[in-house]
């Protein structure tokens, strides 16, 4: 009764410049979905759009997209949650479809990093977290990952070797992926080639190779009613479960940093509302903006033990072949992260995974998927299950 | 027209650089200045702040007095940056950390001087008023 579902999937190929105007940008992950549909703009009631507005300098970018994508005089409204906004964007859109108020939505997400300079980029950077009390310290969002990377290796005994694992598994897969910005080889050598790039520290004991990059992108989910699905669409894939959480953002009033609260609490309303637990979860994609990241939702989402995520990568259990294939399309590490598009670019790569059209990275028969997202370092977390 | 009021901006001399001028827990200023590190406690449930509030959420009061921090915690984490945001690029290399004192927890940095090789997690340290220069101040962490 009222189910709702995703009938599309978009995104365009996520760049480090993106040549063109914002509106553009979007307009390219939603085209791509609307084709991936088989729909047109005037299909949609509603709209979602997801982004961080520090990067913008459009103001109320949701009004002036409405408008470039055909989408007036249907209502749109923004949402902003970070780097988990595309699927902050998708509980919204999912909420409009169950409550009834409308019957098809799209959720566009977008990110023009490369919109303000360097310089601004670094100053934005600094305004990362409680900016009254942490970032007068010069805090970075690499160094409080790598805050929790220190935590895990001191409760765990996980090494740099084992964070590095994670970069390797997703740069195999980034190879394979067309809308990844990078798409080169990573070697374990690499992390200690003094004389490569990828070996040289960030903020101890995170370096260059553990870190995703910057990058813009655009993407959209296209939502929709049971009703409107079966006219629409013979693949649909469900949406079976959705969990969010906030946590403090400042560390002190935090109590847990060998994972992040936020996930397992997310995890755990996911699974309970799809009525699954970890061992159903066929795919999933997590987000791993830093190494140290996919390592904690390992354990955060039941995938491992607490500390047991490095026998996870280290038995490769998370590769294409292993029990539980995690970012076999390369992850933000590989494909870059365009904050705004992140998410809605991990569940496109899901519903791909469930329709089964995900080529070379498809996880045979996968039935049930998980996406895991998070908003700053834990301030956010969105876990959503997704099955066919 | 009355006399225009004068903003009260103290915040501004908080670290390296401060990106808030006015909060209501500004005499946290005064009391760094004076070489105290200082939170706020709820006078009616008792909870203790770090950072200072000016609201308690759980008793919807603005009624807190200030405590010193004394004595030392102990490390939970920290982290040696090799690059920092603008206007931090003078202070490289510098370790953020967060240390633990029981009743409350301080995110601050480790003092100057202090190799990161010394660092131990669960080492104790105390925190002590830092002036920088031109008249800024915060705090860092030393060994106990």
Redesign the interface.
């Known amino acids: 009764m009222n189910d709702v579902a995703i009938i599309g999937v978009g995104q365009n190929t996520f760049v480090r410049f993106y040549p063109g105007s914002v509106r553009e940008l979007a307009f390219e992950g939603f085209s791509d979905s609307l084709g991936h549909a088989g729909i047109t703009a005037a299909d949609i009631d509603a709209s979602v759009v997801c982004s961080a507005p520090e990067y913008d300098l459009q103001r109320s970018s949701a009004g002036v997209f409405a408008e470039y994508l055909g989408l007036n005089p249907g209502p749109t409204f923004y949402v902003e949650t970070l780097c988990s906004s595309g699927s902050t964007g998708l509980k919204l859109a999912y909420s409009l479809v169950k409550s009834g108020l409308h019957d098809v939505v799209a959720v566009v997400g977008f990110q023009k990093m490369s919109e303000i300079s360097s ?1 601004e980029t ?2 934005r ?3 990362g977290a ?11 969002m690499p ?2 990952y ?6 895990h290796m ?1 409760a765990y005994g996980t090494t740099p070797e084992d964070l590095a694992a994670i970069r390797v598994k997703a740069a195999t897969y980034g190879q394979l992926n067309d809308r990844a910005v990078y798409r080169k080889a990573v070697t374990a050598e690499m992390f200690t080639d003094p004389e490569n790039m990828i070996s ?7 370096r260059v190779g553990d870190c995703c990059a910057n990058a813009d992108g655009s993407s959209c989910i296209i939502v929709a009613s049971a009703e409107k699905t079966k006219s629409f669409c013979d693949k649909p894939v469900w949406i079976r479960g959705l969990g969010s959480a906030s946590a403090p953002v ?5 109590d847990l ?1 060998t994972g992040l609260a936020v996930a397992r609490q997310a995890a755990s309303q996911a699974y309970k509302m799809a009525g699954v637990g970890p061992k159903d979860i066929d795919v999933a994609e997590v987000h791993d903006c830093f190494t140290i990241a996919e390592m904690m939702a390992y354990e955060d989402l039941g995938f491992a033990g607490p500390g047991e995520g490095r026998d996870l990568i280290n038995g490769k259990e998370t590769y294409l072949d292993g029990s539980i294939p995690v970012n076999v399309d390369g992850g933000l590490l590989s494909k870059g992260h365009p904050i705004g598009a992140t998410g809605g670019s991990q569940i496109r790569t899901m519903v791909l995974q469930l329709r089964g059209e995900a080529g070379e990275i498809q996880v045979p028969d996968a039935a049930v998927g998980l996406v895991h997202n998070i908003g700053g370092v834990g301030l956010y977390g969105n876990v959503t299950i997704l099955a066919r | 027209m009355g006399k225009k009021k004068e903003k009260d901006e103290r ?1 501004r001399k ?7 001028g006015t ?1 209501r827990v500004n005499d946290f200023i005064d009391h760094l200045e004076q070489g105290r590190v200082t939170g706020t406690r709820c006078e009616s449930c008792g909870k203790a702040f ?2 200072p509030r000016a609201d308690c959420c759980a008793c919807r009061l603005s009624k807190m007095e200030w405590f010193d921090v004394q004595g030392t915690g102990r490390l ?13 690029e003078g ?1 490289l290399p ?1 370790t ?3 240390v633990d004192y029981g009743e ?6 480790i003092a100057a001087g202090i190799a ?1 090789s010394d660092l131990v ?1 669960g080492m104790t340290l105390e925190t002590k008023t830092n002036p920088l220069a031109d008249g800024r101040i ?1 705090y860092v962490f030393h060994k106990a």
């Open positions: 310089a670094q100053e950077m600094g305004r409680d900016i009254q009390w942490e970032s007068p310290f010069g805090t970075m160094a409080y790598a805050m929790y990377a220190r935590a001191d040289g520290s960030v903020a101890s004991p995170l400042n560390l002190a009033g935090r940093f | 915040f908080f670290g390296t650089v401060s990106f808030t909060t770090f950072p939970v984490t920290y982290s040696t940056l090799a690059f920092g945001p603008k206007g931090f202070d510098y953020i950390a967060l409350y927890k301080i995110f601050g940095r990161e997690i915060n």
